[in-house]
């Protein structure tokens, strides 16, 4: 990637204009195991990522790595269908690279999906979580480095990152409530260790994974208005005498995917 990373996401957004008539104003993220409302998308155009000027490959097993652009019910969407994650070597501005292209194509609002291991007791596998807040444990921020003000602020509000008012739809739209909690991301890949689930649980988090929070940081940076869900694909380890494996995760992502597709299908004329 060159240093103008204004230019860049510019390019990325016409390569994106030039392959479609659709200008949506709502970007949905699909994580592991959770591509099931990608089967919803009406009239769409399906672009590779390797196809867009300057987007990071994808590269984990559950992730196909296109953005589909078209309609959920009736609404323009832009759709990334799998992501890329700091563990399979990618600087937190190559991950978020995607993030600014959306936000330079006009993207307003996103709901960001994932997989995480449930940290609070109360929460079981398959249990689809609405992201209230979150806690940065990679060490890393994707912000380090000079600011570009046409892209935002230095210094910016983080109090709000997921938008209490669009919790509030999403329960609204929820056939049942929903719970709420707090997000720690990690780096990865190895899964946690059972002491570190307890520091985390102490430490006030509900919720383990490894995506997600650095892509929200860009986001909010751009004043993209987020909505995070998680779906509990395991319990954290330590939780259960189970050891956690990639497959249940993804398995886990399959079994609620239609649930998550209703949800999304719902809420989206909300969101335009
Ligand atoms: N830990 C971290 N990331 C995850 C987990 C987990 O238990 N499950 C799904 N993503």
Known sequence: MGDDLFANASAAADFIRSRTSLAPKVAIVLGSGLGGVAAEIADRTSIAYAEIPHFPRSTAEGHSGNLLLGTLNNIPVAVMQGRVHGYEGYSPSEVTFPMRALGRLGIHRIVLTNAAG???????????????????????????????????????????????????????????????????????????????????????????????????????????EVLGISCVTNMAAGVLPEKINHLEVLQTGKRVERQLAALLTGIVPELD
């Open 118 to 224: 449930g940290i609070n007791t109360s929460y079981s596998q398959g249990t689809l979580v609405l992201i209230r807040d979150h806690i940065n444990f990679t060490g890393l921020n994707p912000l380090t480095g000079p600011n570009d003000d046409r892209l935002g602020l230095r210094f910016f509000d983080m109090s709000d990152a997921y938008s209490t008012r669009l919790r509030a739809l999403a329960q609204k739209h929820s056939p049942t409530a929903l719970s709420e909690g707090v997000y720690v991301c990690v780096s990865g890949p190895s899964y946690e260790t059972p002491a570190e689930i307890r520091a985390f649980r102490t430490m006030g988090a509900d919720l383990v994974g490894m995506s997600t929070v650095h892509e929200v940081i860009v986001a909010r940076h751009m004043q993209i």
